[in-house]
T-cell receptor, first 111, second 114 residues
Framework: GDSVTQMEGPVTLSEEAFLTINCTYT??????LFWYVQYPGEGLQLLLK?????DKGSNKGFEATYRKETTSFHLEKGSVQVSDSAVYFC??????????FGAGTRLAVHP | DAGVIQSPRHEVTEMGQEVTLRCKPI?????LFWYRQTMMRGLELLIY????????DSGMPEDRFSAKMPNASFSTLKIQPSEPRDSAVYFC????????????FGEGSWLTVV
């Protein structure tokens, strides 16, 4: 079945460091891919998405490119801030629009 | 526009009691999802509806859990009787059919069963 695998956390970075969180997927057909973010004590918010191969999603300095050849959707940010500390979830839409999530990667950014 | 609205936001209940979680999806959305989040198991899809009809309830952990969607603007997730291992955050989410359409989450119901 469809699945998402993302790198285990926690990822600990200093402010202004470069961030990469790896995400790979297994799916039949052509899923849409998403990154959601969950700040402490809050629900999930959509961070960015891409709906077809080679699309790049971007938001708040984060970006990810839909790579069909490597079945990947890695999240990157050039310079992280303390306020980016959160849990990041990679996800894809399976059949009937349902989201299938990865396990989540906790990011901690220190001043 | 109002987002997905869940209630209660926080609930503490005793083991054996019935718990009812409520959700109002975004108006016009035809899909509704219930997810559960725990430290051990991450985010699990429990059940989802399309046009008020349950499509897949294979994620519902056991018969103690039930979900209904009597109309397009309301859904409930019920646990009866509740157990301490049911303690989790329960999220409701909604979306509209279409490739790549975003699924929007509520803020969650934080359940503690003691």
């Amino acid at each position: 079945g469809d699945s998402v695998t993302q790198m285990e956390g926690p990822v600990t970075l200093s402010e202004e460091a470069f961030l990469t969180i790896n995400c790979t997927y297994t799916a039949t057909g052509y899923p849409s891919l998403f990154w959601y973010v969950q700040y402490p004590g809050e629900g999930l918010q959509l961070l960015l998405k891409a709906t077809k191969a080679d699309d790049k999603g971007s938001n708040k300095g984060f970006e990810a490119t839909y790579r069909k050849e490597t079945t990947s959707f890695h999240l990157e940010k050039g310079s992280v801030q303390v306020s980016d500390s959160a849990v990041y979830f990679c996800a894809l839409t399976g059949g009937y629009n349902k989201l299938i999530f990865g396990a989540g990667t906790r990011l901690a950014v220190h001043p | 526009d109002a987002g997905v609205i869940q209630s209660p936001r926080h609930e503490v209940t005793e083991m054996g009691q019935e718990v009812t979680l409520r959700c109002k999806p975004i108006s016009g959305h035809d899909y509704l999802f219930w997810y559960r989040q725990t430290m051990m198991r991450g985010l699990e899809l429990l059940i989802y509806f399309n046009n008020n009809v349950p499509i897949d309830d294979s994620g519902m952990p056991e018969d103690r859990f039930s979900a209904k969607m009597p109309n397009a603007s309301f859904s409930t997730l019920k646990i009866q009787p509740s157990e301490p291992r049911d303690s989790a955050v329960y999220f409701c989410a909604s979306s509209i059919l279409g490739t790549g359409n975003t699924i929007y989450f509520g803020e969650g119901s934080w359940l503690t069963v003691v």
